[in-house]
């Protein structure tokens, strides 16, 4: 009964003693956890990026991919079409520019890149349609001198001065090339026009002009409008000053006009 006894009693000892050992190394291991988070300049929490920027370097990193399938296809592009490809599409957009510089057939009623073929052909044989109805207040005259009532003296003239109300319109003769827009203190604004075959018409006495400079016109189209008259021609009123020159030289316009 004595060696139960004494046998129950270690059995229990052991047991006791088992538990306070266990218990030793749980806190053993509890004072070492505590002692590593305690730890100065070290964060027991795991660090989460913020959602923004990660999703803005994945975007970052899924469009270089892109960029570089575009250079790609770009460059295999090039390749395939060749030195021969490109120099056609310069070609062409440098015909496009300059197509109409030497060529008689140019478009005509705004520019150069209009529909309308048009050819500059004036010739002896062509007529003029008058840039004004109105009576001719002074003739062409080269071969002798003709009264100008403004400047109280007699003078050759190399145009025909054609009475006018002020604002009305002035048109284009026939079809032309705008080569200048200017003006000066005897015509004041005026505008010189190319025939084609050294045919070169200027009207003065112009407001409101309506064209430009290497415009292509039609016959008839608008130039501008009648102009209060300049100090040269007070006395003669309002009118269009017209003048006709080939080869340089100036001709009469009557014997063109329609």
Partial sequence: MKDKFNQLFQDKLFLVMLVLGLLTIVAAAGAITIQRGNTPGENPYMQMEEPGKLMAEETQEEKEPMIEIVEQTVGAGEEAGGTEGSQAVQNSRKNAQTKGADDPYVAAGTGKDAATPLVLDFSDASTLGWPVRGNILLDYS????????????YQCNPAVVIQASVSDPVETPA??????VSSDEELGNYVVLDLGNDYVATCGQLKDIQVME???LEAG???GYVAEPTKYYSVEGSNVY????HDGKAVDPVGYFQ
């Fill in 142 to 153: 080269m071969d002798t001198t003709t009264y100008f009532p403004t400047l109280d003296q």
């Fill in 221 to 223: 189209q608008v130039l």
């Fill in 214 to 216: 290497n415009e292509y």
């Fill in 242 to 245: 017209f003048k006709l020159m």
């Fill in 175 to 180: 079809p032309a090339r705008v080569v200048s």
